[in-house]
T-cell receptor, first 111, second 110 residues
Framework: SQTIHQWPATLVQPVGSPLSLECTVEGTSNPNLYWYRQAAGRGLQLLFYSVGIGQISSEVPQNLSASRPQDRQFILSSKKLLLSDSGFYLC??????????FGNGTRLTVT | SQQGEEDPQALSIQEGENATMNCSYKTSINNLQWYRQNSGRGLVHLILIRSNEREKHSGRLRVTLDTSKKSSSLLITASRAADTASYFCAPNSNDYKLSFGAGTTVTVRA
C-alpha cells in the first residue's frame, strides 16, 4: 500500500533562517506531488506541484521554492524565512485517476 | 483550478443528528471531491462524485451534485463524536490541481 511521510511534525525557526521540509512517498511510482499551506482557520493554498522529476510548477510567487530530486521525494525550501511563512504545510500525492493523499503536515512557526 | 465555497462556515450538532453542508463553485467540472480534516492533521479523501452523477453514498455519507446550480451537498447521518472535523469540497476541472476553500467546521456534541 502507498504511504506518505512528512517531517518534521513541528518546527520553530527564527526570521531569516533557512528552511527545508521533506516529503517522501512509498508504494507508487511517478506520482504527482503537491505542497499546500494552510493558515490558521483558513483553506489550503496550493504552493507548488510537480508531475515529474525536476518539473516544478509554482502557483504563488513568494519566498519559497520546491525541488523534486527523486521520483518520490519532494522538498520545500526557503533561504530566509519571513514571519508570514508561518503556517501548516501539507504535502500530498496523487496518482492517475485517484484523489489526493495527504501527509500529516508540518506546523511551522517563524519567530 | 477553482476552489469551492463551503457553507455554513461552522456547524454544531448533537450526537445522533444529521449534518448537512453545501459547496458552490463557478465553472464546469469533471468531478467534485469531499475531504475531511481532523484538527492538526492532513486531509482525508471521503468521496468523489462525477459530473454525470447526481447522488452518491458511502456508509453514513450522502453526496449530491447539481451541475445546473453548480452546487453540491454533503450529508452525514447519525453523527458521532468522531465526525468532529473540518470538511472541504474540491471541484475538479483538470484532474491534476485541486484547490480548497475555508471549509465547514463541524462540532458534534455528546
Amino acid at each position: 500500500s502507498q504511504t506518505i511521510h512528512q517531517w518534521p511534525a513541528t518546527l520553530v525557526q527564527p526570521v531569516g533562517s533557512p528552511l527545508s521540509l521533506e516529503c517522501t512517498v512509498e508504494g507508487t511510482s511517478n506520482p504527482n506531488l503537491y505542497w499546500y499551506r494552510q493558515a490558521a482557520g483558513r483553506g489550503l493554498q496550493l504552493l507548488f506541484y510537480s508531475v515529474g522529476i525536476g518539473q516544478i510548477s509554482s502557483e504563488v510567487p513568494q519566498n519559497l521554492s520546491a525541488s523534486r530530486p527523486q521520483d518520490r521525494q519532494f522538498i520545500l525550501s526557503s533561504k530566509k524565512l519571513l514571519l508570514s511563512d508561518s503556517g501548516f504545510y501539507l504535502c500530498a500525492w496523487k496518482g492517475q485517476n485517484s484523489p489526493l493523499h495527504f501527509g500529516n503536515g508540518t506546523r511551522l512557526t517563524v519567530t | 483550478s477553482q476552489q469551492g465555497e463551503e457553507d455554513p462556515q461552522a456547524l454544531s450538532i448533537q450526537e445522533g443528528e444529521n449534518a448537512t453542508m453545501n459547496c458552490s463553485y463557478k465553472t464546469s467540472i469533471n468531478n467534485l471531491q469531499w475531504y475531511r480534516q481532523n484538527s492538526g492533521r492532513g486531509l482525508v479523501h471521503l468521496i468523489l462524485i462525477r459530473s454525470n452523477e447526481r447522488e452518491k453514498h458511502s456508509g453514513r455519507l450522502r453526496v449530491t451534485l447539481d451541475t445546473s446550480k453548480k452546487s453540491s451537498s454533503l450529508l452525514i447521518t447519525a453523527s458521532r463524536a468522531a465526525d468532529t472535523a473540518s470538511y472541504f469540497c474540491a471541484p475538479n476541472s483538470n484532474d491534476y490541481k485541486l484547490s480548497f476553500g475555508a471549509g465547514t467546521t463541524v462540532t458534534v456534541r455528546a
